[in-house]
């Protein structure tokens, strides 16, 4: 069972989806019927500095949008885990992408590392699909969202040429989590 509040992180570098990401979740939260929050910052360079995406769910309304201590981390690069990983609650849950971050400190959470990048790369063609990777990973591992309301956020949220791709790499993350 959900607690009625969950506070989510994503991060990674620029280009690497993860505001992106953080959209499609807080999307998805909403067409579950369950409010949600999203905000993200990057870098002044964009592209290749340090990026998150912020995503608070809950069943009431939501009073302060900024995540203090996440309940989830997911984390696409070394960088991003060395910079938020403080920020996990004990005992919470942490996604790393096992292509982009190789070592993970011991830390009272639960660990799952998922080859997102590649797969993206060797099954998907482009590494810009590990973000939809991760998506699919991260629902199955934690339930904060349906797999359909998900599927849904990402066909209104990226473009024609990209839907089935996305959706084809958030199904292999569904599967990686099993």
Excluded: W
């Amino acid at each position: 069972m959900m607690p009625k509040r969950v506070e989510v992180r994503i991060s990674g570098l620029g280009g690497q989806g993860v505001v992106l990401a953080g959209e499609i979740l807080g999307r998805a939260a909403v067409y579950d019927g369950k409010y949600a929050v999203q905000t993200q910052s990057y870098g002044a360079e964009a592209r290749g500095s340090t990026a998150k995406s912020e995503v608070i769910i809950s069943d009431k309304k939501i009073g302060f949008p900024k995540v203090r201590k996440c309940d989830i981390l997911v984390t696409m690069s070394q960088n991003a885990l060395n910079k938020h990983l403080d920020d996990l609650k004990e005992n919470g849950i942490l996604l790393v992408d096992r292509d982009k971050v190789k070592e993970v400190p011991k830390v009272k959470a639960k660990v799952f590392g998922i080859p997102a990048t590649r797969i993206a790369e060797t099954e998907l063609t482009s590494r810009i699909y590990a973000n939809a990777i991760m998506l699919g990973a991260l629902t199955k591992i934690t339930g904060i969202v349906s797999e359909e309301a998900v599927k849904k956020a990402i066909i209104d949220s990226v473009s024609k040429e990209t839907k089935e791709t996305n959706l084809e790499g958030f199904g292999k993350g569904l599967g990686l989590a099993e």
